[in-house]
């Protein structure tokens, strides 16, 4: 598999499905993200293309069987124009909370873990699965300043250690590509003039990837990018184009791969015979929040699911470029759902089973793991839930 960088040279628009038609005041907003099958999409569609750049019809079966990982956001490094560390979504398992509304640089870090409940505590969770939640009652508020990306290395600690406590946010990470408003008007080819007679005044919101950083001066902003991984054969470098209103975009090949598993991480899981796995990408589950083919027993192993902490289902449709009609809107685990599992097996199975499960996607429907729904990453665990305190 061969990691690939996007980058981005216009503000970029991933719709949302809202109409967006030939209307005075229309307005055209991004995506805070693109989903997997954008990026997927985009993969195959250059892949498919012949020396012309002209898509090829007889390659639809063929492109669609290509796995491709990702999305994901990456920093690039403004002298090597190559990968300087990857961002991901906060695991729903972290909490940050404010320390004073009056200061919002740092705030209190809590974890979420499965709670063991008394008989006075009624939920109407399936029978077997744990509550999800904070120890102990806590009422401040939600930090209002928390990055929406976190830094790989605080986010591989967190898996490796989650350790709470405070915490100053630009050491977490940021928040990403940044919103970028534009307002357009239509041309009459015949005066070369604005189109009154239609009105056709419209705004779009893209996403500018870049980030300004911490420093209110040019010199540390900091170039985004997306990253995808995938074995197609005959992608080149060069420009190319994706989302809404075909902005430009610019492929080149990097030798630096997706994070790895550490090791110690590996034998923590194998000792423990419990894990956290969290989804980088959105997951589809034919179940709505529980997932099917991960709790299928695989490599003499039987996950066991204990507990999940999940957000707001993402709804997400596309165009069906085979099909030529638009795909049925379906609801997605958010990317940082967090499932606690239960491993049952041999030390070997489970080492071998975590290898296998690290960066790959556990969606239920197969086309859905080659288009990147559901790539997942895991953290330690001891399975023991803590005593909930009222």
């Excluded at 946010?169 to 604005?194: C, F, M, Q, S, Y």
């Excluded at 956290?276 to 699911?305: A, C, D, H």
């Excluded at 709804?315 to 609801?331: I, L, N, Y």
């Amino acid at each position: 598999m061969t990691v690939w960088i996007i980058e981005p040279r216009d503000p970029l628009i991933f719709r949302d499905g809202r109409p967006f038609e030939a209307v005075p005041g229309a307005i055209a907003s991004s995506l805070p993200f693109p989903f997997p099958s954008t990026t997927s999409g985009a993969v195959r569609t250059r892949e498919g293309q012949d020396s012309q750049g002209k898509f090829r019809d007889e390659a639809i079966s063929t492109v669609k069987e290509i796995p491709v990982q990702g999305p994901l956001l990456a920093e690039i490094d403004a002298e090597t124009n190559d990968i300087s560390r990857f961002l991901v979504r906060p695991p729903s398992d972290a909490l940050l909370l404010e320390l004073d509304p009056s200061y919002s640089a740092k705030a209190d870090l809590r974890q979420l873990a499965p709670l063991q409940t008394n008989s006075k505590v009624t939920t109407n969770l399936p029978n077997g699965l744990q509550l999800v939640g904070a120890q102990k009652p806590d009422l401040r508020k939600p930090a209002e300043h928390a990055p929406r990306y976190w830094y790989w290395e605080f986010f591989q600690n967190w898996l490796m250690d989650p350790k709470e406590g405070e915490i100053a946010l630009k050491d977490i990470g940021h928040d990403g590509p940044v919103r970028e408003g534009r307002t357009h008007v239509g041309i009459n080819p015949e005066t070369r003039t604005a189109d009154v007679e239609q009105g056709a005044l419209f705004h779009t919101r893209g996403l500018e990837f870049t980030f300004p950083g911490h420093k209110p001066y040019l010199s540390h902003t900091r170039r985004l990018a997306l990253i995808v991984e995938t074995d197609a054969p005959n992608l080149r470098d060069g420009l190319g184009f994706l989302g809404g209103e075909r902005r430009l975009v610019m492929w080149r090949k990097t030798e630096k791969p997706l994070p790895g598993c550490p090791a110690s991480l590996r034998d923590e899981i194998v000792r423990q015979r419990h894990c956290r796995l969290i989804l980088l990408t959105p997951g589809y589950f034919e179940s709505g929040w529980k997932p099917q083919y991960l709790l299928n027993p695989s490599m003499g192993v039987s996950p066991k699911l204990r507990a999940i902490a999940v957000g707001r289902p993402q709804v997400a449709s596309g165009w069906d470029m085979e099909q030529r009609r638009p795909k049925p809107a379906r609801r997605l685990a958010p990317s940082g759902t967090v499932l606690f599992l239960e491993l049952e097996g041999q030390e070997d199975s489970i080492r071998n089973w975590v290898d296998a499960t690290w960066m790959s996607c556990v969606s239920d429907n197969p086309q859905d793991r080659l288009d990147g729904f559901g790539l997942a990453v895991l953290g330690v665990w001891d399975g023991t839930p803590r005593r909930m305190e009222v």
